[in-house]
């Protein structure tokens, strides 16, 4: 079995970091995180393709506003929490995230 290296989508990330911020204030966010991560741990055993991942991923995502619904949300709840955003990167999530945060700590 060869160990698959390819990184998630924006998508996949924001979703993940979605259900895990909320995972406490909803049992569904924390089934939801498990099923997602587990979907993930198959797609890197090769065990169901990255096509169908991303599809469930996408699914998932909608049924929660979509991606940038789904980043606002994230990014509002960790600075509500935490009084920052703390996450940083040059990948396309980040870029998006620092984007809100921006934002939203410019209307404070």
Known sequence: MTKNT???T???KALS???MAFKKTNSAYKENAKSINRLWDMV???EISK???LEAVQ???ES???YAEVVEKTVQHYINTTGEWKLKGDDQYCQDAQEFADK???LR
């Open 59 to 61: 699914t998932m995502l």
């Open 64 to 66: 929660y506003g979509g």
């Open 6 to 8: 390819e990184k998630p």
């Open 104 to 106: 939203i700590m410019k």
């Open 17 to 19: 970091l979605f259900l």
């Open 10 to 12: 924006p998508e996949a």
């Open 44 to 46: 890197m055993a090769d």
């Open 51 to 53: 096509e169908e991942y």
